[in-house]
C-alpha cells in the first residue's frame, strides 16, 4: 500500500524492503522535529507580534514622523520656490507683459489707426466728397443734358423728316393717284371696254408715261436729295455727339485720373508700404530678431551638446555592447558544447541510471515516509500543546485572573476615591488658606509701602519745601487709599473661587 492508500502494482523488492524500518526511523527522528517546529512556530509568532509592535513603535511611526517632517520641509521648499518663481520669472514677465508689451502693442496700434486714418481714410473721404462726388454730379449733369440735348435734336430731325416725306412724298402720290392714275386707268378701262381691243404698244406706252416716268422722276429729284441731306444730318448729329462725350466726359476723366487718382494712388501706396515697413520692422527688433538670437546662441548650441554627447554615448556604447555580445557568444558555445559533451558522457548517463534504478524508490519512500510521520508527529505534537495550554491556562492564567478582578481592581478603586476625596477636603481648603493668607500678607505690604511713601513726602516736604503747585493749591491734595484698592489679579495665576 502506498500514502495514498492506493495498492502499487510495480513495487520492487527493494521498496517493500525498507518501507517499515523507514517509516519506523523517520517517526522516531522527525516527532522530537516536529514538536520543535511547534514550539518554534509559536514562539516565532509570539516574537513577531511582539517585534512587529516594537518595528512599529521603534521604525515606522519615527519614521512616518519624519515623513511628514520632511513632506512638510518640502512643502516649504515648494512654496519657497514657488515663491521665488512667481517673484523672479512669473512677476517680471507679468510686468513685461503689463507695462511693456501691451501699451507698446496699444501705442502701435493707436499709431497705425492714426496713420491710416490720417494717410489714408481722411484723403479718400475728401477726395470722394471735393472731387470724386462734385465731378460725378457734373458728369452726370453732362451726360443728362447731352442726352436731353440729343434727344431734343433726334426728335426735331425726326419732325422734320416726317415733315418732309409728308408734304413732298405722300401728299404727291396720293394726289398723283386720285388725280392722274386712278382716272387714267378708269379712261383706258372704259377705252379698252368700248373698242373691245387694244395693242400692247399702246398699253406699254401709257405705262410709261403714266407709271415708269414719274416713278423715275420721284426717285431722282426727290428721293435720292432727300437720302443724301438725311445722311448729312445723320452723320453731323454723330460728330456733335462725339464732340460732345469727347469734350464733356472723356477729357475731363483723362485730366482726373492723371492729375488727381494718379498721385492720390501713388501717395496711398507710398503710404501703405511705408507703413508695412514700419509694421515689419517693429515686429522684426521686438519678436524675430530676439527670438532669432535666443534659438541660434541658446537652444542651438544646447541641443547641439545635447544630440554630440547623446550620439557618443550611444556610439560608445554599442560598440562596447556589440564587442562584449560577440566575446561572450563565442565563448559560450565553446564551451557550452565541451561542457554539454562531458556532461552528457561523464556524469549525465550515470546519475540518470542512480536515480532512475536506486534514488528514486528510496526518495519515494522516504518521501512518503517523511510525510506520514510529519503528519502523524503533528497530531502529537498539537496534542502536547492542547495539554500544556491547558496547564497554563489552569495554573496561571485563572488565578491571575481572580487576583486582578478581585484585588487589583478593588484596590485601584479605593485608591482612586481615596484621592479623589483628599484633593476635595484636605487639598482644596488648603489652598484656599494658603491664598487667602497670601492676600492678606499682599494687603500689608501694600500698605506699608504706601506709608513709607508717605512718610518720604513728608521727610521732603519738611526739608526742602511744598512743591510750587502744590503751594499754590493746596486744597487739590488727595490721601491715598490703599486699602480700598484693589489690584487685578495677574495672568496665568490661579484665584481660588471664593474670592473671584
Known amino acids: 500500500m502506498s500514502v495514498t492508500g492506493e495498492r502499487d502494482t510495480d513495487q520492487g523488492c527493494l521498496t517493500v524492503a525498507i518501507r517499515m524500518p523507514v517509516r519506523i526511523f523517520a517517526l522516531v527522528v522527525i516527532l522530537p522535529v516536529r514538536m520543535a517546529w511547534d514550539a518554534l512556530a509559536a514562539t516565532a509568532r509570539a516574537l513577531g507580534a511582539g517585534l512587529g509592535w516594537l518595528w512599529r513603535r521603534v521604525v515606522v511611526e519615527p519614521l512616518s514622523a519624519v515623513a511628514r517632517g520632511t513632506g512638510r520641509a518640502l512643502r516649504w521648499v515648494g512654496g519657497a520656490l514657488a515663491w521665488l518663481g512667481r517673484v523672479l520669472i512669473a512677476a517680471p514677465l507679468v510686468w513685461l507683459w503689463t507695462a511693456v508689451l501691451v501699451p507698446a502693442g496699444r501705442g502701435t496700434a493707436t499709431a497705425a489707426r492714426w496713420l491710416v486714418r490720417t494717410l489714408v481714410v481722411v484723403p479718400l473721404c475728401a477726395l470722394y466728397r471735393y472731387v470724386l462726388k462734385p465731378f460725378g454730379q457734373g458728369v452726370t449733369w453732362s451726360l443728362r443734358a447731352a442726352g436731353s440735348g440729343l434727344a431734343a435734336l433726334v426728335r426735331l430731325f425726326g419732325t422734320g423728316v416726317a415733315l418732309f416725306v409728308t408734304h413732298l412724298i405722300v401728299r404727291p402720290l396720293r394726289l398723283l393717284h386720285s388725280a392722274v392714275l386712278a382716272p387714267a386707268a378708269r379712261a383706258l378701262a372704259a377705252a379698252l371696254a368700248a373698242t373691245g381691243h387694244g395693242t400692247g404698244a399702246a398699253v406699254r406706252w401709257l405705262l410709261r408715261v403714266l407709271v415708269v416716268v414719274p416713278l423715275v422722276l420721284l426717285y431722282r429729284y426727290v428721293l435720292t436729295p432727300v437720302g443724301h441731306a438725311a445722311r448729312w444730318s445723320v452723320r453731323a448729329l454723330g460728330t456733335a455727339a462725339g464732340w460732345l462725350l469727347r469734350y464733356l466726359v472723356a477729357v475731363p476723366a483723362v485730366a482726373l485720373y492723371r492729375y488727381v487718382l494718379t498721385p492720390l494712388g501713388r501717395a496711398a501706396v507710398w503710404t501703405a508700404r511705408a507703413s508695412g515697413t514700419a509694421a515689419l520692422w517693429l515686429g522684426r527688433v521686438l519678436f524675430v530678431v530676439p527670438l532669432v538670437a535666443f534659438h541660434r546662441y541658446v537652444l542651438t548650441p544646447l541641443g547641439r551638446a545635447a544630440v554630440w554627447s547623446v550620439r557618443a554615448l550611444g556610439t560608445g556604447t554599442g560598440r562596447l555592447l556589440r564587442a562584449l555580445g560577440t566575446a561572450l557568444t563565442w565563448s559560450a558555445e565553446a564551451v557550452g558544447t565541451a561542457v554539454g559533451w562531458l556532461l552528457g558522457y561523464l556524469i549525465v548517463v550515470p546519475l540518470v541510471a542512480l536515480y532512475r534504478h536506486v534514488l528514486a524508490p528510496v526518495g519515494r519512500e522516504i518521501a512518503a515516509a517523511l510525510g506520514h510521520a510529519w503528519r502523524v508527529s503533528g497530531y502529537i505534537s498539537r496534542a502536547v500543546g492542547r495539554g500544556l495550554k491547558w496547564l497554563a491556562r489552569t495554573l496561571i492564567g485563572d488565578p491571575a485572573r481572580w487576583v486582578w478582578h478581585t484585588v487589583v481592581v ?78 487685578a489679579p495677574e495672568s496665568g495665576r490661579r484665584v481660588p473661587p471664593g474670592h473671584r
Not at 478603586?413 to 493668607?437: F, I, K, S
Open 410 to 487: 478593588p484596590a485601584a478603586d479605593a485608591a482612586r476615591a481615596v484621592g479623589r476625596w483628599t484633593r476635595r477636603e484636605v487639598l482644596a481648603p488648603a489652598g484656599r488658606a494658603v491664598a487667602e493668607a497670601r492676600k492678606i500678607v499682599q494687603e500689608a505690604l501694600r500698605t506699608v509701602r504706601v506709608t513709607v511713601r508717605e512718610a518720604r513726602a513728608d521727610a521732603r516736604r519738611m526739608l526742602f519745601g511744598a512743591p510750587k503747585s502744590a503751594a499754590r493749591l493746596p486744597e487739590q491734595r488727595t490721601a491715598p487709599v490703599p486699602d480700598l484698592v484693589k489690584r
